[in-house]
């Protein structure tokens, strides 16, 4: 038989262990809550005012340069948004840290927004004059709209129930994009990234505060 401990520990500091072993369990299984609605919104609303100035552009390459332009913006407004939201949630004598409902939200967006990037720039040559239409009109629309699709929805398993509601019509707008040849790919963009992100942005701030 194993001798007993000679220093067994103390019953305050084995209650702290089972306090803070339930702490992470809790906040493991917690829903992110963070996805900033107001951003979205604004993110919607970038993607409105873009799809017609694309629509206007006399070639592929401007067309192009046109959504390359705005990714970035509403990227960074919508990154600054949710770290401004998930900030407010931590007090003034707090330290902040990404909590494991944040981590994994992050961990299953980013890696398709990653393909999206990688796929884009191995169909599209930025130094190679002449690009093809059907990517502008139909493909590189449904592949953004697919892909964000897939992040949106992937992360929503870890969020409110809105965010993978959302990620499913961008899933369904870029199989539409994709696969029906006559679609305007500038409206789907407009629809997708636009009016879907502004109208669950609108229910997200109503219902969980900004």
Same mark, same amino acid.
């Not at 192009?64 to 931590?90: C, E, H, I, N």
């Not at 949106?152 to 961008?170: N, W």
């Given at each position: 038989?194993?001798?007993? !401990?000679?220093?067994?520990?103390?019953?305050?500091?084995?209650?702290?262990?089972?306090?803070?072993?339930?702490?992470?369990?809790?906040?493991?299984?917690?829903?992110?809550?963070? @996805?900033?609605?107001?951003?979205?919104?604004?993110?919607?609303?970038?993607?409105?005012?873009?799809?017609?100035?694309?629509?206007?552009?006399?070639? @592929?390459?401007?067309?192009?340069?046109?959504?390359?332009?705005?990714?970035?913006? !509403?990227?960074?407004?919508?990154?600054?948004?949710?770290?401004?939201?998930?900030?407010?949630?931590? &007090?003034?004598?707090?330290?902040?840290?990404?909590? @494991?409902? $944040?981590?994994?939200?992050?961990?299953?967006?980013?890696? $398709?927004?990653?393909?999206?990037?990688?796929?884009?720039?191995?169909?599209?040559?930025?130094?190679?004059?002449? %690009?093809?239409?059907?990517?502008? &009109?139909?493909?590189?629309?449904?592949?953004?709209?697919?892909?964000?699709?897939?992040?949106?929805?992937?992360?929503?398993?870890?969020?409110?129930? $809105?965010?993978?509601?959302?990620?499913?019509?961008?899933? @369904?707008?870029?199989?539409?994009?994709?696969?029906?040849?006559?679609?305007?790919?500038?409206?789907?963009?407009? %629809?997708?990234?636009?009016?879907?992100?502004?109208?669950?942005?609108?229910?997200?701030?109503?219902?969980?505060?900004?």
């Amino acid at each position: 038989m194993a001798a007993p !401990a000679s220093h067994p520990p103390a019953l305050h500091d084995r209650a702290l262990q089972d306090l803070s072993f339930i702490r992470r369990t809790i906040e493991g299984a917690a829903a992110f809550t963070d @996805v900033p609605g107001w951003g979205l919104v604004a993110m919607g609303g970038m993607a409105c005012a873009a799809a017609p100035v694309a629509a206007m552009q006399p070639s @592929v390459e401007r067309w192009m340069a046109v959504w390359m332009f705005t990714v970035p913006l !509403a990227t960074a407004l919508g990154g600054w948004t949710m770290w401004q939201k998930m900030r407010r949630r931590v &007090s003034s004598e707090g330290v902040f840290t990404l909590s @494991v409902p $944040a981590r994994k939200f992050l961990l299953g967006f980013w890696p $398709a927004i990653f393909a999206g990037a990688v796929l884009t720039f191995a169909l599209v040559n930025p130094f190679l004059p002449g %690009l093809d239409l059907a990517l502008a &009109s139909r493909v590189l629309p449904g592949l953004w709209l697919l892909l964000y699709g897939v992040a949106v929805t992937t992360a929503g398993a870890h969020s409110i129930r $809105a965010v993978p509601l959302m990620g499913v019509g961008f899933l @369904v707008l870029g199989v539409v994009a994709l696969l029906l040849p006559n679609v305007n790919g500038n409206l789907m963009m407009a %629809l997708g990234f636009g009016l879907l992100q502004i109208g669950f942005g609108l229910r997200i701030a109503r219902r969980h505060g900004g």
